[in-house]
């Protein structure tokens, strides 16, 4: 098979959605991989690092989407990208489907063949290839919310850690998954008091076994999550259904009740955002204010630490491009049916039940297409 990996054109974005490592991988394996000419530069991998593992070097984004039969990417598909995809092509990458009509109904005109990274489960239920990225938001949010909470950049002018004599930032982190989790230790590390909130009860007990001296958790009923939310200095909105819109945890009224200068950091951007006046921006602009309150929310946080996370990724995406490369796609998924369930759109159908719910669009079951 021809791999073919375009540069990120999203802006801000640095990822890379093959390393050399796995281009070496997959070149042992007999395929063919294509990369876009600088595509790795924004990770520090160069095009000779490529070419050193085996790959060939094309000039333009549109030599790659020509030559290749599967495109790995890291973010969904800009509009000119999903212009130059055709019937029958691989695509496999973040997709986020559920908030982009545009991008789903692209997809589906185009007749690929589209599996998302973030619907891929696991045997123990979880989201193997979200989760690299949701550990790196995770980690990332307190340390660009307690930037957010400067108060040049329109924060309260409140440190995490507080100092001798005045007490720390409280911070609550609604949802105690993944995302939730690192961003609470690492809140916690900066020495803030803070908070997590789920309505999964054993995992609140988890989370106190494991965690109990490092930070609270409580349940989050819609009035415990409110009470809380007053009283705090910043809040991270870790919540995530699969493959659906993220719900709205926190409402436009709600903000008059918090703290002023306080901050919204919300990870659930990429699925819509989890409160209601969050709207995505970039890391070139990444805050704006709405009745006093101050939003991050940039849709690709972990793109501002590029190597890290493209490193990361590529170490959780590699054995499902290879297996797709080595299989195809239709096999590659009757023999791996948490890989089938990455499986977004088929020629024509959508073929994930949360996305069609989301968007009001028929959906045609992933089995009907691997008999």
């Given at each position: 098979?021809?791999?073919?990996?375009?540069?990120?054109?999203?802006?801000?974005?640095?990822?890379?959605?093959?390393?050399?490592?796995?281009?070496?991988?997959?070149?042992?394996?007999?395929?063919?991989?294509?990369?876009?000419?600088?595509?790795?530069?924004?990770?520090?991998?160069?095009?000779?690092?490529?070419?050193?593992?085996?790959?060939?070097?094309?000039?333009?984004?549109?030599?790659?989407?020509?030559?290749?039969?599967?495109?790995?990417?890291?973010?969904?598909?800009?509009?000119?990208?999903?212009?130059?995809?055709?019937?029958?092509?691989?695509?496999?990458?973040?997709?986020?489907?559920?908030?982009?009509?545009?991008?789903?109904?692209?997809?589906?005109?185009?007749?690929?063949?589209?599996?998302?990274?973030?619907?891929?489960?696991?045997?123990?239920?979880?989201?193997?290839?979200?989760?690299?990225?949701?550990?790196?938001?995770?980690?990332?949010?307190?340390?660009?919310?307690?930037?957010?909470?400067?108060?040049?950049?329109?924060?309260?002018?409140?440190?995490?850690?507080?100092?001798?004599?005045?007490?720390?930032?409280?911070?609550?982190?609604?949802?105690?998954?993944?995302?939730?989790?690192?961003?609470?230790?690492?809140?916690?590390?900066?020495?803030?008091?803070?908070?997590?909130?789920?309505?999964?009860?054993?995992?609140?007990?988890?989370?106190?076994?494991?965690?109990?001296?490092?930070?609270?958790?409580?349940?989050?009923?819609?009035?415990?999550?409110?009470?809380?939310?007053?009283?705090?200095?910043?809040?991270?909105?870790?919540?995530?259904?699969?493959?659906?819109?993220?719900?709205?945890?926190?409402?436009?009224?709600?903000?008059?009740?918090?703290?002023?200068?306080?901050?919204?950091?919300?990870?659930?951007?990429?699925?819509?955002?989890?409160?209601?006046?969050?709207?995505?921006?970039?890391?070139?602009?990444?805050?704006?204010?709405?009745?006093?309150?101050?939003?991050?929310?940039?849709?690709?946080?972990?793109?501002?630490?590029?190597?890290?996370?493209?490193?990361?990724?590529?170490?959780?995406?590699?054995?499902?491009?290879?297996?797709?490369?080595?299989?195809?796609?239709?096999?590659?998924?009757?023999?791996?049916?948490?890989?089938?369930?990455?499986?977004?759109?088929?020629?024509?159908?959508l073929t994930y039940g949360a996305v069609g719910t989301?968007?009001?669009?028929?959906?045609?079951?992933?089995?009907?297409?691997?008999?």
């Amino acid at each position: 098979m021809i791999i073919g990996c375009p540069k990120e054109i999203k802006p801000q974005e640095f990822r890379v959605g093959i390393t050399p490592n796995a281009a070496g991988e997959a070149v042992a394996r007999g395929h063919k991989v294509v990369i876009e000419t600088q595509g790795g530069n924004g990770a520090g991998f160069t095009d000779e690092d490529y070419i050193a593992a085996g790959a060939e070097i094309l000039g333009t984004a549109a030599e790659v989407f020509e030559t290749a039969d599967m495109i790995v990417k890291v973010k969904e598909p800009q509009a000119i990208e999903r212009k130059m995809l055709r019937e029958g092509q691989l695509l496999f990458t973040y997709l986020h489907l559920a908030p982009d009509p545009d991008q789903t109904n692209d997809l589906i005109a185009s007749g690929c063949t589209a599996i998302a990274y973030e619907t891929v489960t696991d045997a123990s239920g979880g989201l193997p290839l979200l989760a690299p990225m949701s550990e790196v938001a995770g980690r990332l949010a307190p340390q660009v919310g307690a930037w957010t909470l400067q108060k040049a950049n329109g924060g309260r002018g409140v440190l995490m850690g507080g100092v001798p004599g005045v007490g720390p930032a409280r911070v609550v982190v609604i949802g105690g998954g993944v995302v939730g989790t690192h961003a609470a230790r690492i809140a916690a590390g900066m020495g803030a008091d803070v908070t997590v909130l789920d309505r999964y009860l054993p995992r609140l007990r988890y989370l106190d076994d494991v965690f109990g001296r490092d930070f609270k958790n409580s349940y989050a009923s819609a009035g415990n999550t409110i009470e809380l939310v007053r009283e705090a200095d910043m809040v991270i909105g870790a919540v995530l259904v699969p493959g659906a819109a993220a719900p709205k945890l926190i409402s436009r009224a709600q903000l008059s009740e918090m703290k002023p200068g306080a901050a919204l950091v919300d990870v659930a951007i990429d699925q819509g955002g989890c409160f209601e006046t969050s709207h995505a921006t970039t890391h070139q602009d990444p805050i704006y204010e709405v009745d006093g309150i101050m939003h991050y929310c940039v849709a690709n946080m972990p793109g501002a630490v590029a190597r890290t996370s493209t490193i990361a990724l590529g170490n959780a995406t590699m054995p499902f491009m290879l297996a797709l490369a080595d299989k195809g796609w239709k096999q590659a998924c009757i023999d791996d049916a948490h890989l089938a369930n990455g499986l977004n759109v088929h020629a024509g159908h959508l073929t994930y039940g949360a996305v069609g719910t989301a968007l009001g669009i028929d959906v045609t079951p992933t089995a009907s297409f691997l008999k």
